[in-house]
């Protein structure tokens, strides 16, 4: 993920050096330039987290982000990082690919521009928003994800 980081790193810094309120958590072994952000905006997490340990860091989230590089590869790339995340009523800020875009949820954001950043970010500041995204991302994913968006197919199988 270091070339997707890349495509927003300057644009996070510039977020965090303007907003003292704002941090930034990385997890995993995601290599970038430290001399970009004012000392103590980026928090190192784990450098490996099992598929099983990842719930409780999507939940203390305020936001996910998914930034992905403009690529072929990355126009393939599946929507799961915003299903992990709505499961948990976790807004996400995400590149606008096929399969990400197929959703228009609440919570779910395409920012482009620093001042589309800006103005996300500002929204889920605001506990009653951020509180109405959450639930409504997380009945999204359930519609999708719960048993009973199956049960048909697999009956019929």
């Excluded at 990385?26 to 928090?43: N, T």
């Excluded at 889920?124 to 048993?147: I, K, N, Q, V, W």
Aim: charged content about 25%; some cysteine.
């Amino acid at each position: 993920h270091d070339h997707d980081f890349l495509g927003i790193c300057k644009k996070l810094a510039e977020l965090l050096d303007g907003d003292t309120n704002l941090g930034l958590k990385l997890i995993g072994p995601l290599a970038f330039e430290p001399r970009l952000f004012k000392p103590g905006l980026v928090e190192r997490g784990p450098d490996w987290v099992e598929f099983d340990q990842l719930p409780p860091h999507i939940c203390r989230a305020r936001a996910c982000l998914a930034p992905l590089a403009k690529s072929a590869f990355n126009q393939c790339k599946s929507h799961i990082k915003f299903l992990e995340s709505a499961a948990f009523g976790t807004p996400i800020l995400a590149t606008a690919v096929p399969d990400m875009s197929q959703h228009s949820v609440d919570g779910l954001f395409f920012p482009e521009t620093l001042e589309d950043w800006q103005t996300s970010l500002y929204k889920l500041r605001d506990p009653e928003y951020f509180r109405h995204c959450s639930e409504t991302l997380h009945h999204y994913a359930r519609s999708l994800l719960g048993h009973e968006h199956y049960t048909d197919a697999l009956l019929l199988f």
